[in-house]
């Protein structure tokens, strides 16, 4: 090492003792001194990494992946190591989207990592941007563990294709934000928000003409509601069963499975699902099994997710019922 570099050694360090004050428990790591000019490094605040809603929604994304991928015998056990290659990006895609991937299976080197992240990106990239989603992932922000970068993703990939699952609402992290200018390090701390509310993100789907009609006519709601329990009590009345209420008597899922039967001219084997359901998870299971009952009568997947259901959603829920309803309004 020569006198040169010893001095610009000397000058890094003196600057990042100078730098700002950063949050309590951040650390500089050397890589961060050596920073070219104008680049950046984003760390998590120490203080954001333990709060209990950003632990819960990785927690929450953890179980959805090894649900989803539980053939595949791919188990997760934390996002930062286990998803920076693209080996469990690529499953996860693969089996929601239906579709194979053409990449390497196996991959160990870092170009070869890195390849395949590319092509699984630019496949999610390419289904995700028509929906409005912003972008907020690289392959080089995945690769070096990026756990934001990681989490955003996987929240756009669950609720595109409906995952099964709660994720916690209003989940936001501080990110301390390291950049070179002029030699000398300076950091800000910017807020980064991951999930809103569920409404707002499932919004970004495509609106139909319900929506529509829940935003701009909400006069006519009432006669839409009006109309859905004709429609319902129609068909239940031969069971000597009457609704009143849409959003309570039909969260438990058992009026829904009644319902397709007597609209497919079926009987539903009571060993199916739970007649008198008393847990959430067993009222999930009875709205999922009559989704699954729509979708065998070659009714579209429900925009709604079963569990939106069961929490007395309104909007899911008529939803569910005006999709019978227009295809079925006219069985007798």
Request: charged share 25%; proline share 4%.
């Amino acid at each position: 090492m020569d006198a040169d570099d010893m001095s610009d050694l000397h000058e890094e360090g003196k600057n990042a003792i100078n730098a700002p004050m950063l949050p309590a428990g951040t650390d500089i790591h050397p890589e961060d001194t050596l920073l070219e000019e104008n680049a950046e490094r984003f760390m998590i605040n120490p203080t954001s990494r333990d709060n209990p809603k950003f632990k819960d929604l990785q927690k929450v994304l953890i179980d959805w992946i090894n649900s989803e991928l539980e053939e595949d015998r791919i188990i997760v056990k934390d996002l930062e190591e286990d998803c920076y290659d693209g080996q469990v990006l690529q499953k996860l895609f693969e089996k929601l989207s239906g579709r194979k991937l053409n990449v390497a299976e196996v991959t160990q080197s870092e170009i070869g990592q890195k390849q395949k992240l590319q092509t699984v990106l630019e496949s999610v990239n390419e289904l995700l941007r028509p929906h409005g989603w912003t972008i907020e992932w690289s392959v080089d922000s995945i690769h070096s563990k990026n756990l934001v970068a990681i989490v955003y993703l996987l929240v756009a990939l669950a609720m595109h294709f409906q995952a099964p699952i709660r994720l916690p609402e209003h989940v936001s992290v501080q990110l301390v934000v390291i950049k070179k200018r002029e030699g000398i390090l300076q950091t800000a701390v910017v807020t980064k928000e991951l999930t809103s509310t569920t409404e707002m993100m499932m919004g970004r789907f495509e609106r139909d003409a319900f929506d529509t009609l829940l935003d701009h006519a909400p006069d006519k709601l009432n006669v839409v509601k009006t109309s859905l329990i004709t429609f319902v009590n129609k068909h239940l009345n031969k069971l000597n069963l009457e609704v009143t209420e849409l959003e309570s008597q039909f969260a438990d899922g058992v009026y829904l499975i009644l319902l397709m039967g007597l609209l497919e001219d079926y009987f539903v084997p009571l060993y199916n699902f739970f007649l008198t359901p008393e847990s959430f998870e067993q009222k999930v299971h009875n709205v999922a099994f009559a989704f699954e009952l729509m979708q065998d009568g070659g009714l579209k997947k429900p925009k709604a997710r079963p569990e939106d259901v069961v929490n007395l959603n309104l909007k899911s829920t008529l939803r569910v019922l005006y999709n019978l309803f227009t295809n079925y309004k006219n069985s007798e």
